[in-house]
């Protein structure tokens, strides 16, 4: 195996002590008590280090057969433990640069392909690391806002995957059938490597309106992160249930949050829609307030899809896309006040850091976070 070229990273500042993780705990009903910094930027390791059990070859069927995912709804009789939701203790004292992985959690070159993932509007395939551990790895426009969201969404207290942005990679053996114009001699350039924590694996899809958690305070707190990001592709495949082995439980998460911090909703293209800082200044955060609820901008009824629709056939798509209008509205203000006390918990300098993981341009930074402070503050407010 020739030996890997490194793979650059951002420069890194002065490291900070790591917080001790929280236990994960079961969402509790609705309480009146609140749950309750520049970190280094990550340097990719190179060092070769051997798998400890044995691996399907590259594109080899088995594989392609540990490459497919379990896209069913999860069957609610074989649910043994759900949660949405778990304490994320001192908010202020996380590292949302390396976000739930930490360090030590990175990819480490070199990288081996194994199967390409056709799913999806974005090219992605599946590799193995010099540990032996399997990413997946998305190109594309969602690559810079998919990690900033999940940052956050950790940082708040729900599940996510451990991921990074790499600026640059080699892929050993790589070959796609779609992103060709993204790699180059074997190489990819700002990819998402996404991977579920040890123990962890997934056994279906969760639906937005058929959930054991609908109408709690984390259920509606999850609705106002889809607000304040502008996350609106909220189809139910985007979502993920993990049974996992550690503590019983099958955690709910959103597995796909890369149309974020853009447009409210689906634009003409994705350069708009997806990691657009323009797009998302100009956006509108909170749409009407009433004595007991808010609503939201968030997810906006697709304009776009209902114009092609008179010329392509997308009128499906158009009305389950304006189906998934209500996950934005009438939100109960004390459960929208209740995540507002988690954000504002967050430092400048944690926010920074969230938008540096997805390694934004620096102007980029300072006005993302501008626009996410604003809103945190309109949420303390109501």
Known sequence: MPEPNPTSQPPQPAAQPMPEPNPTVQPAPPSEST???APPAPVVRIERRPSHAPQPAPGSDSAKRDNQDNDKPVN????????????????ASLNLFYGQGGEKGM?????????????????????RDAAGKKWRVKLGEEVRPEVVASRLLWATGYYVNDDYVLTSAEIQGIHMSRGGGEIKNGRVAEARFARKPTGQKKIGIWKWKENPFVGTREFNGLRVMMAVMNSWDLKDINNAVFADSRSGRDLFLMSDVGATFGTNGLSWTNARSKGNVDSFKDSKFISKTTRTTV????PKPPTARLIEAFVMPELKDYARRADMRWIGEDIPLQ?????GSLLKQLSHQQLIDAFRAGHFPQDEIEAYVDVVESRIHELSTL
């Open 35 to 37: 749950v309750p910094v």
């Open 76 to 91: 609610p009789a074989e649910l043994h433990n759900p949660t949405l939701w778990h304490d994320p203790g001192n908010v």
């Open 107 to 127: 990819p480490a070159a070199p990288f081996i392909f194994e199967a390409e993932d056709k799913h999806g509007t974005n090219p992605k395939f599946d590799v």
């Open 295 to 298: 609503s939201f901008g968030t």
């Open 335 to 339: 459960d929208a006040r209740w995540m």
